[in-house]
């Protein structure tokens, strides 16, 4: 839950404070409502909000590799440092660069968190509940996204830069959450299994369904995943998703990303990023978009 509130919480983030007063005079550079060139400030004011989406593109595509090197837990681990360095350089940026590097490192943190943790979370699942454990993460998203824009509301009445430097290191303490929990929950099994770790992995399962090492249930469940390993053909690799096959893995990564390109392209993002200043109708609007990519991931 942490983890997907951050990556709502971050996307809606700065979309809430671009008017703030305060903010406007930290980062004239980007203030459009009182710039003599318009058109120069709009673009750079789209330039370091799509940074963000820049870094959650390396961070989710890097996952292909650092996600089978370090494993889920790791992975997550190393995601929630990158976004509390992001949060700090945020909450604590005083000129343009800085921000901009802030909002990258928020980025990759993100990304990192969004591609790692759906994952992680159906690996330890049991089949019966794994869709309805997946499908928490479009309803926590939509719920980090209304926390940001609810705290920086709050915030508003506030004066000087606190109205959005303390909303910029909110991350830092779901992070810390993350961090802490993610030191006693357990390894993906299907990733130890993966990397010969067979003994770790019973170890894990046994947790998982209150039974012992050696039990049916453990074997059943070991078995089940060598096989879809052995099906896969053993460590995945980005070329593998664009062959066709018996499988049909190309057919199914072309279904996935079509999926994602189309809710994408509903306006879903950008309007969580401009958040303050949309009028009352896109507002209703965005927020039937994020009731159907809730009910989509469903």
């Known amino acids: 839950m942490p983890g997907i509130l951050s990556v709502g919480f971050n996307a809606a983030s700065l979309g809430g404070v671009l008017s703030f007063s305060s903010f406007e005079a930290q980062f004239p550079e980007i203030d459009v409502t009182h710039s003599t060139n318009s058109s120069h400030t709009s ?12 870094g959650g593109f ?29 949060a700090a350089l945020n909450a604590s940026a005083y000129s343009l660069s800085q921000l901009i590097v802030s909002r990258l490192t928020i980025g990759v943190g993100t990304g990192a968190i969004l591609g790692t943790v759906p994952l992680w979370q159906s690996e330890i699942s ?3 509940k794994r869709g309805t454990h997946v499908a928490t993460k479009g309803i926590f998203s939509g719920l980090g996204s209304a926390l940001a824009l609810f705290l ?21 303490f779901l992070c810390s959450v993350i961090l802490g929990f993610m030191f006693y929950l357990p390894e993906s099994p299907r990733w130890l ?25 453990v074997e059943s469940r070991i078995s089940e995943v060598r096989a879809s390993l052995d099906l896969a053909g053993g460590k995945t690799s980005l070329l ?15 279904l996935a990303v079509g999926g994602m390109l189309f809710v994408q392209l509903t306006g879903s993002t950008v309007t969580t990023f401009y958040s303050k200043t949309l009028t009352l109708p896109l507002q209703i609007i965005r927020f039937i978009d994020l009731f159907y990519y809730s009910y989509q991931d469903f």
């Open 43 to 54: 673009t750079l004011q789209g330039t370091v909000v799509a940074v963000y989406a820049i």
């Open 152 to 172: 920086e509301f709050g915030m508003s009445f506030m004066p000087g830069s606190i109205t959005w430097r303390l909303p910029s290191a909110f991350p830092i």
């Open 58 to 86: 390396i961070g989710t595509f890097s996952c292909i590799w650092i996600g089978e090197f370090l494993g889920r837990r790791r992975t997550i681990m190393v995601a929630s440092i990158a976004q509390i360095i992001g």
């Open 126 to 128: 049991p089949a019966h």
């Open 240 to 254: 593998q998703a664009c062959r066709a096959g018996s499988q049909r893995t190309l057919n199914r990564t072309l």
């Open 193 to 217: 299994l993966c990397h010969n770790r067979t003994l770790e992995a019973r170890e894990v399962l046994a947790a998982l369904t209150d039974t012992s090492m050696d039990s049916d249930v």
